[in-house]
């Protein structure tokens, strides 16, 4: 709907993942970072954070609304953003800290409050925001599996008929008679 959406991680590797989603990455020099094994962004050092702050705070300045989301398990959430990266942010811009339950990502986030700043920000702190959203995504996804079955169940006849040819069925079926026939997941030849 018109909105241009940016993105950054430590991970170098997320770099693809968010263009492949349209938005564009923000690079910021930090050095040498990384991931854990298990796919986790290793912490950084006292230089790195600084550095990462001063090159957020010239993108938050342009931002209508920021997302933050980082978490670590069993230790205090990482200080992201700045009480002086939010003071020089446009009225009325909205800053969500999906990692205020671990005492937030966002400087002066409050869990289980929205908080407006002196320059009209508004810091929402909703613990476990993110988990308010599986009820409704369920919902859609239950309206398009009815859809699409609708779509291809004969009333008539009482049966369900895949219609090879019909492009929904085609972009969505992978197997068929104990064949690929996918094109992106089909043996190249």
């Given at each position: 709907m018109g909105a241009r959406v940016d993105a950054f991680d430590t991970r170098p590797v997320v770099e693809e993942q968010v263009r492949s989603l349209g938005a564009k990455f923000v690079k910021i020099d930090l050095g040498e970072t990384g991931q854990t094994a298990g796919g986790y962004a290793k912490a950084l050092t006292p230089e790195q954070v600084a550095k990462q702050q001063a090159g957020m705070a010239k993108v938050i300045a342009q931002?209508?609304?920021?997302?933050?989301?980082?978490?670590?398990?069993?230790?205090p959430a990482p200080r992201v953003i700045t009480a002086a990266m939010v003071a020089g942010m446009k009225p009325g811009s909205v800053v969500v800290d999906l990692a205020v339950e671990g005492g937030g990502n966002v400087e002066g986030s409050r869990s289980g409050e929205d908080v407006v700043t002196a320059n009209g920000v508004t810091i929402i702190g909703h613990p476990c925001l993110e988990g308010t959203v599986a009820h409704h995504a369920t919902q859609v996804l239950a309206a398009n599996y009815?859809?699409?079955?609708?779509?291809?169940?004969?009333?008539?006849?009482?049966?369900?008929?895949?219609n090879l040819d019909d492009e929904i069925l085609k972009g969505c079926l992978i197997t068929h008679g104990g064949a690929i026939i996918h094109p992106q997941f089909a043996a190249k030849s």
């Open positions: 931002s209508d609304i920021v997302i933050t989301t980082a978490k670590l398990f069993g230790r009815a859809a699409w079955v609708t779509h291809f169940w004969d009333e008539k006849e009482k049966v369900f008929r895949a």
